[in-house]
């Protein structure tokens, strides 16, 4: 099996910084059927992909508040797993690279990702959804009402 990890042709990977500029709390954890970066979707099918779980901590519960009259939520997440020094990369092995910030990989300095999806249930500090992407057991950073329609 490859290193997901090593680099590619044309990448490139910097020397990131001693020490970060903010801070932040994980405010719950996702359930997805993925174990493995490579079985991820590369974007969440909110129609038809399968259905996933968020879990929300304590003490962030009364958050959920209302929540359930929304049909779509927008998900922050952290990509806990991703490499943070490439500014050049080359998702498909071609001739070429890209700058990171041109790309929707969760390869970059500040793995944050965002993703709206169908609420399907929320029951407790659990929210049922669908059109995730992401690795189960990635962090969750935030949960905001989503409006307008989906992609």
């Known amino acids: 099996m490859t290193d997901p990890d090593a680099l590619r042709p044309h990448e ?10 903010a801070q932040l709390w994980f405010i719950g954890r996702i359930h997805t059927p993925w174990t493995r970066r490579g079985e991820c979707p590369h974007r969440g099918d909110p129609e038809n992909g399968p259905e996933c779980r968020i879990e929300v901590f304590d003490p962030w519960l009364p958050g959920l508040t209302g929540i ?3 049909e779509q939520v927008q998900v922050l997440y952290w990509m806990d797993r991703s490499r943070r020094d490439l500014v050049l990369q080359n998702p498909r092995f071609s001739d070429e690279s ?5 790309l929707r990989s969760p390869v970059r300095p500040n793995p944050v990702a965002s993703s ?3 609420l399907l249930g929320v029951e407790g500090r659990w929210l049922t959804v669908r059109g995730l992407d ?6 969750l950073l935030d949960l905001k009402a989503a409006f307008g329609a989906l992609a």
């Open 98 to 102: 890209t700058g990171t910030f041109a």
């Open 116 to 118: 709206v999806v169908r």
């Open 12 to 21: 490139l990977a910097v020397t990131v910084p001693d020490s970060f500029d």
């Open 68 to 70: 359930a009259q929304h």
């Open 134 to 139: 992401c690795l189960s057991g990635t962090p």
